[in-house]
T-cell receptor
């Protein structure tokens, strides 16, 4: 059963700490998206990659967020330093080249920054 | 940025009833998608629409891509308790791969 795997599922951290979220896309998918979901803003696209290269990270706060794909089976989203306003559910989604907008979502990482 | 207006925001219905929801925008979209999200899970793709006027079904679900390309509709027929969840519309403009999501419609089905 192919699925996007995200770890950890839950993370509670203190303000100022570094947070790393990981995502394993579906095997064979060449595009990976990072979304953030909050009650106020809903689902927002943070960044996305094609063939491990970043295509767009305009939705991501550059000063504290970074996203990478060390290899085709791993995508990471880091926050350093974390702030309470970063508390949200972070979703990774992956898709193949066509039709690319049919992204398949992971179960998310629920981040709480206290 | 672009916004999708999804309505209603929530619905409470009895099992067996049909339910309709829609999504509108002031801008043209070339792709409309409908997702369902259950508690503790990520959104799951239900239906994808790529042509204006397109009507597509997936079991008891039917979705339509509006002729103006500024709206889309999702209907669920003969609802069952497992239909409970939050339904999101999403759209992409032009050749963009970036999805814009609506705020969601929370569906409650009373047995």
């Amino acid at each position: 059963d192919a699925r996007v795997t995200q770890t950890p599922r839950h993370k509670v951290t203190e303000m100022g700490q570094e947070v790393t979220m990981r995502c394993q896309p579906i095997l064979g998918h060449n595009t990976v998206f990072w979304y953030r979901q909050t009650m106020m803003q809903g689902l927002e696209l943070l960044a996305y990659f094609r063939n491990r290269a970043p295509l767009d990270d305009s939705g991501m706060p550059k000063d504290r967020f970074s996203a990478e794909m060390p290899d085709a089976t791993l995508a990471t989203l880091k926050i350093q330093p974390s702030e309470p306003r970063d508390s949200a559910v972070y979703f990774c989604a992956s898709g193949s080249t066509a039709p690319i907008t049919e992204a398949f979502f992971g179960q998310g990482t629920r981040l709480t920054v206290v | 940025g672009q916004q999708l207006n999804q309505s209603p925001q929530s619905m409470f219905i009895q099992e067996g009833e049909d339910v309709s929801m829609n999504c509108t925008s002031s801008s043209i979209f070339n792709t409309w998608l409908w997702y369902k999200q259950e508690p503790g899970e990520g959104p799951v793709l239900l239906i994808a629409l790529y042509k204006a006027g397109e009507l597509t079904s997936n079991g008891r679900l039917t979705a339509q891509f509006g002729i103006t390309r500024k709206d889309s509709f999702l209907n669920i027929s003969a609802s069952i308790p497992s239909d409970v969840g939050i339904y999101f519309c999403a759209g992409a403009q032009g050749g963009s791969e970036k999805l814009v999501f609506g705020k969601g419609m929370k569906l409650t089905v009373n047995p």
